[in-house]
């Protein structure tokens, strides 16, 4: 599978953990997004109560792609520790 133009495999292990944790950061951003008010309470606007959005579902792609790496770092025997060499 590719991220951007590379094959994840032809990826170095630095720049592979380097992106499966920008791909970790993402999701926490997300995950903290969805606790945001207009998600999990009615809001009042103009005399008329508007029900929560819907927090949309996570990209099935997305997943995929994170598996990937995480199948990827499985094995070369990679831990996160090593990023910061």
Do not use: C, W
Not at 47 to 65: A, H, R, S, V
Not at 67 to 74: A, G, P, R, S, T
């Amino acid at each position: 599978m590719k991220f951007g133009l590379v094959e994840i495999s032809d990826m170095n292990d630095l720049e592979l953990l380097s992106s499966y944790k920008n791909l970790q950061d993402a999701e926490k951003r997300r995950n903290e997004a969805s606790k945001h008010s207009k998600f999990n309470r009615d809001v009042e606007k103009n005399g008329k109560t508007i029900k929560p959005m819907e927090f949309p579902p996570i990209n099935p792609k997305f997943l995929e792609l994170k598996n990937e790496f995480l199948i990827e770092i499985q094995k070369r025997k990679l831990t996160m520790d090593q990023e910061n060499v």
